[in-house]
């Protein structure tokens, strides 16, 4: 399941928002969405030009007076002592531009691909890079003219930027490589042509500044980071929708409980979880049953998506840092009359903070699996008149009901919790040496594209199976929110009667989920209205009834 396809155009949204960057506030990552997967158009703050100018003026003077400046009138990495006289620079550039375009493999779709040359672009506008208007302005045409280059995921090291990746891209702005056009792949010259843009002839500096940069870290970890949030309030209905299956207690998401431990995330997710479930007919029908506690997938889901909540704000806000950073070297001063030589290509807050991403996603995942495993059975100590038969079928034994579908849940949550073994530990050393210590970055970013992939369809399953399960508690009503969820549910994927193919339904469910089917239930700006105990509704008539008030000597057990 990918976001988009590889071939849509993703021509410029006429009535959407313009993004403006190189301004004084920093872009969001709703606008890094809204560009990348919504078409909008991009635009550069006001003075942003200017300091552009005012850098490219500068690059312009160390030419003039002939000064040794890394990247400038020097090679690059361990050739770095190389002296290039100036009727040799622009060569320099493009001859570092094709050397660099070393990538392999699959391309990038063409939002994930948009949101590089955005954060390229982004970077570039806050003149620091030294790159000509007429570069830049060709950069942000080709977002605008829905021209995006074919560039391959795999080649980078995440360190002194993303090298091969952005050399691909690259190849665009010279009339060179490959570029999707209008649902069509052309060589980068045609395409530019066709969407009447012309290349560039780079200059000095300006092959590096476009190469040298963590845009495609940055751009990976920008779209994820919306996806994962998504995915992590879907995992919160998910488990609302499965205690209410499994008749599990409410107790756990008392607020007192919460306001002992005062985590974010956790009492977030405990307040989602009780505005889900609230005004419900379910846990007024068990309230009185005699269960002590439930196991951790119930009871400690605040703990545990809350600590996933609490990972995401962390990584968000340093890839929101990010989208206010310039990350190519050297950097320019020109105020100072100072270019610096620094650091700031590489990868390694960015390659952490997607590392770490990437375990709350298996995390998240992993706990999803096991609501998935109880759901499936035995439930021993379900014996009311609407309890769950086992595999969630209505005939065991001549149907299997979704028996294998939490075989599928438990080999994806396998696979996603070997993807989330951290590439930023890792380092190999590239550039004869002088790169001796390098973020894996890039790794990182594609191993925590394909867990959330995998993470989505593991949602998909526990909601299939949750929603069968309180098909089977019917007439009993559950909480409101649940219920909203669970008739969400069922415009995707029908109840089960008799055995059919699930595989349809989970991936027609997750691509729903990821395309924003829940969004609307339990938000967070609505929280502060929901109750902050767990209320005991009245029982139905012919529902086990639960007495109006606890006994003493059941005061302290983990009623439900």
């Given at each position: 399941?990918?976001?988009?396809?590889?071939?849509?155009?993703?021509?410029?949204?006429?009535d959407?928002?313009?993004?403006?960057i190189?301004?004084?506030?920093?872009?969001?990552?709703?606008?890094?969405?809204?560009?990348?997967?919504?078409?909008?158009?991009?635009?550069l703050?006001?003075?942003?030009?200017?300091?552009?100018?005012?850098?490219?003026?500068?690059?312009?003077?160390?030419?003039?007076?002939?000064?040794?400046?890394?990247?400038?009138?020097?090679?690059?990495?361990?050739?770095?002592?190389?002296k290039?006289?100036?009727?040799?620079?622009?060569?320099?550039?493009?001859n570092?531009?094709?050397?660099?375009?070393?990538?392999v493999?699959?391309?990038?779709?063409?939002?994930t691909?948009?949101?590089?040359?955005l954060?390229?672009?982004?970077?570039?506008?806050?003149?620091?890079?030294?790159?000509?208007?007429?570069?830049?302005?060709?950069?942000?045409?080709?977002?605008?003219?829905?021209?995006?280059p074919?560039?391959?995921?795999?080649?980078?090291?995440?360190?002194?930027?993303?090298?091969?990746?952005?050399?691909h891209?690259?190849?665009?702005?010279?009339?060179?490589?490959?570029?999707?056009?209008?649902?069509?792949?052309?060589?980068?010259?045609?395409?530019?042509?066709?969407?009447?843009?012309?290349?560039?002839?780079?200059?000095?500096?300006?092959?590096?500044?476009?190469?040298?940069?963590?845009?495609?870290?940055?751009?990976?970890?920008?779209l994820?980071?919306?996806?994962?949030?998504?995915?992590?309030?879907?995992?919160?209905?998910?488990?609302?929708?499965s205690?209410?299956?499994?008749?599990?207690?409410?107790?756990?998401?008392?607020?007192?409980?919460?306001?002992?431990?005062?985590?974010?995330?956790?009492?977030?997710?405990?307040?989602?979880?009780?505005?889900?479930?609230?005004?419900?007919?379910?846990?007024?029908?068990?309230v009185?049953?005699?269960?002590?506690?439930?196991?951790?997938?119930?009871?400690?889901?605040?703990?545990?998506?809350?600590?996933?909540r609490?990972?995401?704000?962390?990584?968000?806000?340093?890839?929101?840092?990010?989208?206010?950073?310039?990350?190519?070297?050297?950097?320019?001063?020109?105020?100072?009359?100072?270019?610096?030589?620094?650091?700031?290509?590489?990868?390694?807050?960015?390659?952490?903070?997607?590392?770490?991403?990437?375990?709350a996603?298996?995390?998240?995942?992993?706990?999803?699996?096991?609501?998935?495993?109880?759901?499936?059975g035995?439930?021993?100590?379900?014996?009311?008149?609407?309890?769950?038969?086992?595999?969630?079928?209505?005939?065991?034994?001549?149907n299997?009901?979704?028996?294998?579908?939490?075989?599928?849940?438990?080999?994806?949550?396998?696979?996603?919790?070997v993807?989330?073994?951290?590439?930023?530990?890792?380092?190999?050393?590239?550039?004869?040496?002088?790169?001796?210590?390098?973020?894996?970055?890039?790794?990182?970013?594609?191993?925590?594209?394909?867990?959330?992939?995998?993470?989505?369809?593991?949602?998909?399953?526990?909601?299939?199976?949750?929603?069968?399960?309180?098909?089977?508690?019917?007439p009993?009503?559950?909480?409101?929110?649940v219920?909203?969820a669970?008739?969400?549910?069922?415009?995707?994927?029908p109840?089960?009667?008799?055995?059919?193919?699930?595989?349809p339904?989970?991936?027609?469910?997750?691509?729903?989920?990821?395309?924003?089917?829940?969004?609307?239930?339990?938000?967070?700006?609505?929280?502060?209205?929901?109750p902050?105990?767990?209320?005991?509704?009245?029982?139905?008539?012919?529902?086990?009834?639960?007495?109006?008030?606890?006994?003493?000597d059941?005061?302290?057990?983990g009623?439900?």
């Amino acid at each position: 399941m990918t976001a988009a396809s590889h071939h849509a155009s993703h021509a410029p949204a006429g009535d959407a928002p313009a993004v403006h960057i190189g301004g004084i506030r920093r872009i969001t990552l709703d606008e890094v969405a809204a560009v990348a997967r919504g078409g909008a158009l991009v635009r550069l703050a006001p003075g942003s030009l200017e300091r552009v100018r005012a850098a490219r003026a500068f690059v312009d003077q160390l030419c003039a007076e002939d000064r040794t400046v890394y990247g400038v009138t020097t090679g690059f990495g361990h050739l770095s002592r190389v002296k290039i006289p100036n009727d040799h620079v622009e060569a320099l550039q493009r001859n570092l531009i094709r050397s660099h375009a070393s990538g392999v493999g699959e391309p990038f779709d063409i939002p994930t691909a948009r949101a590089v040359m955005l954060m390229l672009a982004n970077s570039l506008s806050r003149g620091h890079s030294g790159v000509r208007e007429q570069t830049l302005g060709l950069l942000v045409n080709m977002l605008n003219h829905g021209v995006t280059p074919v560039i391959p995921m795999r080649g980078s090291v995440g360190a002194s930027g993303d090298l091969a990746p952005l050399a691909h891209l690259s190849l665009t702005l010279i009339g060179e490589g490959e570029a999707w056009y209008d649902g069509q792949r052309f060589p980068g010259a045609e395409a530019l042509r066709a969407a009447g843009l012309e290349p560039v002839t780079l200059g000095a500096k300006e092959g590096l500044a476009l190469i040298n940069g963590t845009h495609v870290m940055e751009a990976c970890g920008s779209l994820a980071l919306n996806d994962a949030r998504r995915l992590t309030r879907a995992a919160e209905v998910a488990a609302a929708m499965s205690t209410e299956a499994l008749l599990g207690s409410y107790i756990p998401l008392d607020a007192r409980i919460h306001e002992l431990r005062p985590q974010r995330g956790q009492g977030m997710t405990a307040a989602r979880m009780r505005s889900l479930l609230h005004d419900s007919e379910i846990n007024a029908s068990h309230v009185d049953c005699g269960r002590v506690q439930d196991p951790y997938s119930i009871r400690c889901v605040p703990q545990v998506l809350g600590a996933a909540r609490d990972a995401l704000d962390w990584c968000e806000s340093v890839f929101s840092a990010e989208l206010g950073a310039v990350t190519d070297n050297p950097l320019l001063f020109p105020d100072d009359g100072e270019a610096l030589t620094g650091g700031n290509f590489h990868g390694q807050p960015l390659a952490l903070a997607l590392d770490t991403l990437a375990i709350a996603l298996a995390h998240v995942a992993s706990f999803s699996e096991r609501r998935v495993y109880n759901l499936t059975g035995p439930h021993d100590w379900d014996t009311g008149e609407n309890r769950i038969p086992l595999f969630l079928t209505p005939e065991p034994g001549l149907n299997s009901g979704y028996m294998i579908a939490q075989y599928a849940a438990a080999a994806l949550v396998n696979e996603i919790k070997v993807l989330a073994h951290p590439a930023s530990i890792d380092s190999i050393p590239t550039s004869a040496g002088m790169e001796d210590f390098v973020s894996m970055g890039a790794t990182s970013a594609l191993k925590l594209r394909q867990a959330l992939d995998l993470a989505y369809r593991v949602i998909a399953i526990e909601l299939l199976l949750a929603a069968q399960g309180l098909d089977f508690r019917a007439p009993l009503r559950p909480g409101q929110g649940v219920a909203e969820a669970h008739a969400l549910v069922r415009t995707v994927a029908p109840t089960l009667r008799d055995d059919r193919p699930p595989s349809p339904d989970i991936e027609a469910l997750a691509l729903a989920v990821r395309g924003g089917l829940l969004d609307m239930l339990a938000p967070e700006d609505a929280l502060a209205e929901a109750p902050a105990r767990p209320r005991r509704s009245q029982a139905p008539s012919g529902a086990r009834r639960a007495p109006s008030a606890p006994s003493a000597d059941r005061a302290g057990r983990g009623r439900h």
